[in-house]
């Protein structure tokens, strides 16, 4: 024992750290339920992929497409849940790998681009509060974050590693890039800005081109064979990508996201101040020191001298420049930049002297973070989909093949709980949109197939007495389930004279 405990793997800042990463990842990553809406969607999403073995065009229903965002995500949900179980830590595993490979890939980062603050990188980035946080959420926004990294790796390697190297790492840039797109569509580029900034300031000191015909075809064949497939499936649906999933989200308010003028600044202003500690003030201070920076940056000579500082700024400020000015705005949207902003705080702190600091303070962060993470688990939310499944349970006796939402939230978290599919539906018909309408289909068309009187069906108690008319217009009554629970009346329905 005492051989291995000198072991000098074991002695290494490196495996303490990474081993602190493993545990605020994944100790309690399955404690909580999935909560409503954004988790339960994305789960609900990879769930069907899984019950059909359709995993090309993703689904919410069984009769209605889910097109808000490519399939990335939602193959890793699939695949983590299809390997360990239709449980909230299999569906969650996404998004804490990303947040280990990214801890990762800081410090590799930091290697090149600052050499000397590799170790303390890999530990800002595992320990800001924002980072932390986010690993144990069900969303798109880690899997993207890892694939833009990989690729801004990729290029780092190219531009400061050994330059017989440089094209095929320049082949891995783009491949990264193609795994982002099939994430998140052309937001999944915006990291390419600082690519093509820093190739244009630094010209004359390049290697092999960033954009040689080779890497733009691995781009091609992986990003591309998904849409043109759906595109072919889905007439329309390309139209429907461009406008209101590209040009609806930057220069609209049209799904109710911080659109005002001001709504960068009280987004993004707190997320990345507060969301960045411990280390706020190393990058308050790196940030002080930027106008000085900036003039250096003025000469060819300056920018080859601090290369990696530029790029580093480039990654930072360009796409951070698009987050605002677009009026779709949310605290994740953002998360790619903890990388650039963990070599940057990493990089200050070594210019100043600063090493890391002491092992005690981060054995009490661990134990405070973990403590929050218990703490939500066990708050009382009408979002849990675990509370929900155990009060359904306790309510409504017999099997249950489907739960029918009247114009309510969504909770497709209880497709994970309960096994079942869940659709949301409206008292009476209304217009929606081909793709992504807000509704299901309507009460008359859910009774109108194959009637089932083991589906649960719930809804507000507003809404109880408008909705159990409409069910005895079609010939059928509703039979409430026990008391109501958080507001909602929880019925199953037969055919009357039954």
């Not at 015909?213 to 990003?223: N, Q």
């Not at 000579?301 to 796409?319: C, I, K, Q, S, T």
């Not at 600063?354 to 009408?382: D, I, K, M």
Request: aromatic letters at 12%; hydrophobic letters at 50%.
């Amino acid at each position: 024992m005492s051989r291995l405990l000198r072991s000098p793997v074991l002695r290494s800042n490196a495996f303490w750290i990474g081993a602190l990463a493993v545990v605020l990842a994944l100790v309690l990553l399955g404690h909580r339920g999935i909560w409503d809406p954004d988790e339960g969607r994305y789960t609900n999403v990879a769930l069907h992929m899984l019950d059909s073995g359709d995993w090309i065009d993703p689904h919410r229903s069984t009769e209605v497409g889910h097109w808000t965002k490519p399939p990335m995500a939602y193959w890793a949900i699939a695949a983590t849940v299809g390997v360990f179980g239709h449980n909230a830590w299999a569906a969650r595993l996404p998004a804490a790998l990303a947040y280990l490979l990214c801890v990762w890939l800081s410090g590799r980062i930091a290697r090149r681009v600052a050499p000397g603050s590799e170790t303390q990188a890999s530990l800002v980035f595992a320990t800001m509060l924002f980072t932390v946080g986010a690993s144990q959420l069900i969303t798109t926004d880690y899997v993207l974050t890892a694939c833009e990294t990989l690729a801004m790796w990729c290029f780092v390697e190219a531009r400061f590693g050994p330059e017989g190297l440089a094209r095929r790492w320049l082949i891995g840039m783009w491949a990264g890039f193609a795994l982002a797109f099939l994430t998140k569509g052309p937001p999944g580029l915006l990291p390419l800005l600082a690519v093509v900034a820093f190739e244009l300031m630094t010209r004359g000191t390049r290697r092999a081109s960033a954009f040689h015909w080779t890497g733009l075809l691995v781009f091609v064949a992986i990003a591309l064979p998904w849409y043109l497939v759906v595109v072919q499936r889905n007439p329309g649906l390309l139209q429907y990508f461009l406008g209101s999933e590209v040009v609806g989200r930057v220069a609209s308010n049209e799904f109710g996201r911080h659109g005002e003028w001001y709504g960068w600044a009280t987004i993004y202003g707190p997320t990345l101040l507060l969301g960045t500690l411990p280390w706020t003030f190393a990058i308050l201070r790196w940030a002080r020191a930027l106008p000085a920076s900036v003039r250096g940056w003025r000469t060819r000579e300056g920018r080859a001298a601090d290369a990696g500082g530029l790029l580093l700024a480039l990654w930072l400020f360009l796409p951070l420049l698009v987050f605002c000015a677009s009026r779709s705005r949310l605290p994740l949207y953002v998360l790619p930049l903890a990388v650039p902003l963990a070599v940057l705080a990493a990089r200050q702190r070594a210019r100043e002297g600063r090493g890391l600091p002491r092992w005690p303070l981060f054995a009490v962060f661990a134990v405070l973070v973990l403590a929050a993470e218990f703490a939500a688990a066990h708050w009382s939310t009408h979002k849990d989909a675990s509370a929900w499944a155990r009060e359904i349970h306790a309510r409504v006796p017999g099997p249950i093949s489907q739960v029918d939402i009247v114009q309510d939230m969504a909770r497709y978290g209880l497709h994970l709980t309960l096994g079942v599919e869940v659709e949301k539906v409206s008292i009476e018909p209304e217009p929606g949109a081909r793709f992504n309408p807000e509704y299901d289909e309507s009460i008359a068309d859910e009774i109108g197939k194959d009637f089932d009187g083991n589906a649960l069906w719930l809804t507000k108690q507003e809404r109880w007495e408008a909705t159990r008319a409409k069910l005895a217009s079609l010939g059928v009554v509703a039979v409430p389930q026990g008391t109501p629970y958080q507001g909602r009346v929880l019925f199953r329905v037969r055919l009357a004279g039954r």
